[in-house]
């Protein structure tokens, strides 16, 4: 399967707190994306990341790329109970995207 | 920023029946995606459709269980035939509609299958 990893697949927080959530990821890539998916309905692009960038900000998002380890990591920073979801990174392959494993968060007011 | 609904939101199949969700988009598009996303599971790509096209499947996805239509730029169907309870999934389409593969999803549609 060319399906990324995600690590951890769940992550309980107080809020304030940071999450981290790494991605690992099989193929070459021209870009890699994070998605967000609140209870089981669609899910919401988040940012982008290109394969020449190493590092992207998005409000409290800030998402890393080391295409040197195929591997990506998203850090939500001062977290929310809004934030509670799942995260998924999905890569591109031709014209498809792929999805990571996912990574289920919850947020503790 | 552009819209994809998509119909039923959810239902309760009986077994060896066969449900045609619908998925529509409030601007053209060349290609739309089918995802299946299983009970606390990532999404799988069902297949691409193409406007004017057969539908590419992915390995393990054939068209005479998960038949697609692609009438035109805007529409698309999946129907999922002849159910059993193991087709009990979230079904999401999906389109890149503000470029550079970007997706936009639909709000996807429940299928519970007894």
């Known amino acids: 399967s060319q399906q990324g990893e995600e690590d951890p697949q769940a992550l309980s927080i107080q809020e304030g707190e940071n999450a981290t959530m790494n991605c690992s990821y099989k193929t070459s890539i021209n870009n890699l994306q994070w998605y967000r998916q609140n209870s089981g309905r669609g899910l919401v692009h988040l940012i982008l990341?290109?394969?020449?960038?190493r590092e992207k900000h998005s409000g409290r998002l800030r998402v890393t790329l080391d295409t040197s380890k195929k591997s990506s990591s998203l850090l939500i920073t001062a977290s929310r109970a809004a934030d509670t979801a799942s995260y998924f990174c999905?890569?591109?392959?031709?014209?498809?995207?792929?999805f990571g494993t996912g990574t289920r968060l919850q947020v503790f007011p | 920023s552009a819209v994809i609904s998509q119909k039923p939101s959810r239902d309760i199949c009986q077994r060896g029946t066969s449900l045609t969700i619908q998925c529509q988009v409030d601007?053209?598009?060349?290609?739309m995606f089918w995802y299946r996303q299983q009970p606390g599971q990532s999404l799988t790509l069902i297949a691409t459709a193409n406007q004017g096209s057969e539908a590419t499947y992915e390995s393990g996805f054939v068209i005479d269980k998960f038949p697609i239509s692609r009438p035109n730029l805007t529409f698309s169907t999946l129907t999922v035939s002849n159910m059993s309870p193991e087709d009990s999934s979230i079904y999401l389409c999906?389109?890149?509609?503000?470029?550079?593969?970007?997706?936009?999803f639909g709000a996807g549609s429940r299928l519970t299958v007894l």
């Open positions: 999905a890569t591109l392959n031709t014209d498809k995207l792929i």
């Open positions: 601007s053209q598009v060349t290609m």
């Open positions: 990341i290109r394969s020449n960038e």
């Open positions: 999906s389109a890149s509609i503000s470029g550079a593969n970007v997706l936009t």
